[in-house]
């Protein structure tokens, strides 16, 4: 009872209610190079540094994520300098000044 009540308030719940914000109905994460005094990337509206990186719970969760048939979908534990890179690549695109 508890996991799944976990997952519900926690994810099901709130991230829906997030997509629902958006006229495509899917969640767009801003990633912010210099929210943290560390100098480390933050991410808001959804926190995706905040999901569960193992275990069943995350699996559940990974699998809600899915993306338009013509775009990839990239999930990595990168460096600070692989964030800049791929930012650089993507065009800036994804990054919050």
């Known amino acids: 009872y508890r996991k799944v ?17 958006y006229p ?7 990633l912010n190079p210099r929210g943290a005094g560390t100098g480390r990337f933050t991410s808001k509206n959804p926190n995706s540094q905040n ?3 193992r275990g069943e719970l995350a699996d559940l969760i990974r699998k809600c994520f899915v993306t338009e048939s013509d775009k990839i979908l990239l999930g990595a534990d990168l ?14 695109g994804m990054l919050e000044s």
Request: with cysteine; net charge positive.
């Open 24 to 30: 495509d109905g899917r969640l767009h994460t801003s």
């Open 79 to 92: 460096s600070q300098i692989e964030y800049r890179l791929l930012a650089h690549f993507c065009g800036g």
């Open 5 to 21: 009540s976990k997952i519900l308030s926690t994810y099901t719940y709130p991230l829906a209610e997030m997509a629902r914000q």
């Open 51 to 53: 999901f569960p990186a």
